[in-house]
């Protein structure tokens, strides 16, 4: 079992930046893709970025690219995502998940709010 826990969520301005991590614990992520997932209030959950294990593969939805970078630091069992020019329609509970590949994802965490004002 893998426990994900992400952090870094809050309030911004139009403009801003944040950076969400997903510590994760019970095993190592190492081989695991990783994904950050969004759920805003009446909208569909969305993929917005994912990364293979090694780091090497990244995924972007449309609407964050330019935007969001995702990384990964296999040592620190974490994994990031930086969100610069955000914008009020990024507001959503952002989510990290872990999986064996990017379509698939076995372990979820329980969300980080974040709230980008106009």
């Known amino acids: 079992q893998v426990q994900l826990v992400e952090s870094g969520g809050g309030l911004v301005q139009a403009g801003g930046s944040l950076r969400l991590s997903c510590a994760a614990s019970?095993?190592?992520?190492?081989?695991?893709?990783m994904g950050w997932f969004r759920k805003a209030p009446g909208k569909e959950r969305e993929c917005v970025s994912a990364?293979?294990?090694?780091?090497?593969?990244?995924v972007y939805a449309d609407s964050v690219k330019g935007r969001f970078t995702i990384s990964r630091d296999n040592a620190k069992n974490t994994v990031y995502l930086q969100m610069d020019s955000l914008k009020p329609e990024d507001t959503a509970v952002y989510y990290c998940?872990?999986?064996?590949?990017?379509?698939?994802?076995?372990?979820w965490g329980q969300g980080t709010q974040v709230t980008v004002s106009s």
């Open positions: 019970g095993r190592s992520i190492s081989t695991y893709a």
């Open positions: 998940a872990a999986g064996g590949n990017f379509q698939v994802y076995d372990f």
């Open positions: 990364i293979s294990w090694s780091g090497g593969t990244t």
